[in-house]
């Protein structure tokens, strides 16, 4: 009988451990999420999440009132980096109303991230932005580009250097595969080499041979 109640007691200190060793992070009904530690996400139902760096991105997403019509608001990408461990944090956004208080948000994004006894908890904040056409986004790619950046919410941990594969043009001189970049602006232009299609790369070797000094 102590045997049998001793094991209870141990499982009981298990499952204890366990739910303790994790971060929840609450979520306001004015939150979209985008990604969760790099990864597609959407809604904003309370994440959990194991202890350690996280780094969330979302959009302010709600309606506000200009000159008497309700407008629906929907914020650029906001990105940010915590760590935490064994609590549960709530992130508040403000309650937008007015064209001048969105276009304040726009500018600079206020929030704030608190623990159970409503103390502010660090973050760095950022934003994800792609200029131009928004329509077909790769935010999963988008964000690993990001983290190979010194940005302030980028997250080391979740960076992916992509391995160079570039194409030598035909030629019978002695060529080298080029190895991994030693600096960020190097493999970030790796990164992107690699995403082009045939034809960029064409052009892109191309202008740099029309800008390599001759012998």
Request: contains cysteine; glycine residues 4%.
């Amino acid at each position: 009988m102590k045997l049998h109640t001793a094991l209870l007691a141990l499982a009981a200190c298990g499952l204890s451990t366990a739910a303790l060793a994790e971060v929840k992070v609450e979520l306001p009904y004015s939150s979209e999420l985008v990604l969760v530690n790099g990864k597609e996400a959407t809604g904003n139902e309370t994440l959990t999440l194991h202890n350690g760096e996280h780094q969330i991105a979302f959009r302010y997403q709600d309606n506000y009132r200009e000159n008497g019509d309700y407008k629906l608001y929907k914020s650029e990408v906001i990105i940010i980096k915590f760590a935490g461990q064994d609590t549960t944090y709530q992130l508040a956004l403000p309650k937008l109303r007015t064209a001048r208080e969105v276009s304040r948000f726009d500018n600079t994004p206020t929030l704030n991230l608190t623990d159970p006894q409503a103390q502010s908890v660090s973050f760095a904040q950022d934003k994800l932005v792609k200029h131009g056409m928004q329509f077909g986004r790769d935010y999963e790619k988008e964000i690993q580009a990001y983290n190979l950046t010194n940005a302030p919410a980028a997250l080391a941990s979740l960076a992916v250097t992509p391995a160079p594969q570039l194409v030598a043009a035909p030629t019978t001189a002695n060529t080298a595969t080029p190895e991994k970049g030693q600096n960020v602006a190097e493999n970030m232009l790796f990164y992107w080499y690699e995403q082009a299609d045939a034809a960029t790369r064409e052009r892109f070797k191309a202008q740099i041979n029309q800008q390599a000094p001759t012998q």
